[in-house]
T-cell receptor, first 115, second 110 residues
Framework: DTGVSQDPRHKITKRGQNVTFRCDPI?????LYWYRQTLGQGPEFLTY????????KSRLLSDRFSAERPKGSFSTLEIQRTEQGDSAMYLC?????????????FGSGTRLTVV | EDQVTQSPEALRLQEGESSSLNCSYT??????LFWYRQDPGKGPEFLFT???AGEEKEKERLKATLTKKESFLHITAPKPEDSATYLC???????????FGSGTQLTVLP
């Protein structure tokens, strides 16, 4: 068990560019979550997958954001036409089953800076 | 809409000086109240889940308690290595995800 892995750890991009982040959950975990955290705030929910199905999306997830989880393993989060307001830490978490019973394990995040 | 509020925003303690962090919540049907610890540049690390009012859980110098409206994280005789941001989060009956508070940044001075 190597934990939840996120790549890259840091990303600096120019406004208007597209970026993609990857999350590798703990191997047997079928649930995967994306959260966004800005400085001094708690994480905010973005989207949730159970296996390969995207079951819920927050209204924070504008049409510039898209997430996938092909084959129910790793997941990618893409942001198109980045804006300065997208600068944040993007956190991925996974769970073996119902979070109330199994909890969430978070990765160390990808810090995005849009300049 | 579920809301979670933490206080204080920041807390500085001397080593050995006990204190409590507060987490008040307004959610539709609380199913669980989570506490996490977050170190700078890292993701949140799970500490406790509390499920019903009156429940208490302990881990080393930390004890979490839950009432119908709030949760407390009590820190007894803290050490500098306890310095971190402590986050609480609610899982409600209507949601399939956690709603986090903004956290309390704890600094323990030697």
């Amino acid at each position: 068990d190597t934990g939840v892995s996120q790549d890259p750890r840091h990303k600096i991009t120019k406004r208007g560019q597209n970026v993609t982040f990857r999350c590798d959950p703990i191997s047997e975990h079928n649930r995967l979550y994306w959260y966004r955290q800005t400085l001094g705030q708690g994480p905010e929910f973005l989207t949730y997958f159970q296996n390969e199905a995207q079951l819920e999306k927050s209204r924070l997830l504008s049409d510039r954001f898209s997430a996938e989880r092909p084959k129910g393993s790793f997941s990618t989060l893409e942001i198109q036409r980045t804006e300065q307001g997208d600068s944040a830490m993007y956190l991925c978490a996974s769970s073996l089953g119902a979070p109330l019973n199994y909890g969430y394990t978070f990765g160390s995040g990808t810090r995005l800076t849009v300049v | 809409e579920d809301q979670v509020t933490q206080s204080p925003e920041a807390l500085r303690l001397q080593e050995g000086e006990s204190s409590s962090l507060n987490c008040s919540y307004t959610v539709s049907g609380l199913r669980g109240l989570f506490w996490y610890r977050q170190d700078p540049g890292k993701g949140p690390e799970f500490l406790f889940t509390l499920y019903s009012a009156g429940e208490e859980k302990e881990k080393e110098r930390l004890k979490a308690t839950l009432t119908k409206k709030e949760s407390f994280l009590h820190i007894t005789a803290p050490k500098p290595e306890d310095s971190a941001t402590y986050l609480c989060a609610a899982f409600s009956g209507s949601a399939r995800q956690l709603t986090f508070g903004s956290g309390t940044q704890l600094t323990v001075l030697p």
